[in-house]
């Protein structure tokens, strides 16, 4: 019994150790391949693109559509998810899963997709760290080089370069909101052209845009 707490006690502390280093490491270095990206049977396209070099428009699309509470929380918003809770448990059927940027990012770089409730407790381990050594702006950065924007294409200028041929610096707020519109389901709606509830939901995101800025809402990226 003895010999198995000492095995578990090294296991965890070097999950932690290298869980640390991991952050730290990508703290300043580019993400170079992520798990969805090595499993995904259609190829990767992406090219890594500062920040600086992505529209805020796209920032304040990707805020609007997916975690309006972003600069407030601290990696987990409770109201989100009470409302997403709330709502599943209204209509029988999981269909909101109320995961912050911050989560998603952390589920995104160091993590599978799917659920459960062990990727659960790493993803929030993994988002307590970011949240406090990364920071919000690293946070967006990151996420925004990371997250499927397509069949086989991560990122938002791979995602730019795809649909619109040009770079993510040069995105239209209609366009922002198109490619901020299929986050959630990239396979399988559409950004150029959308009909029914994707090409409603990208008009509602583009609108939302001016509030995010308006409001400050994208205040702990544009400091």
Known sequence: MIRLLRVLVHIVVWFIAISLALVIVY???????TATMVLDGNGITKDWTPLARIDRDMVDAAI????????????????????????????????????TISQQTAKNVFLWQGGGYFRKGLEAWFTFLIEHLWGKRRIMEVYLNVAETGIGTYGVQAGAERYYHH????????EAARIAAILPLPKTREVIDPSGFTRRYGNTIAARIGTVRRDGLDSCVYK
């Open 27 to 33: 703290r300043f270095v580019p993400v170079p391949l």
């Open 64 to 99: 609007g559509a997916e975690d309006s509470r972003f600069c407030q929380h601290h990696g987990f918003d409770t109201e989100a998810i009470k409302k997403a809770f709330e709502h599943d448990q209204r209509n029988g059927v999981v269909l909101r899963g109320g995961s």
């Open 167 to 174: 770079t993510a610096a040069r995105l239209l707020p209609i």
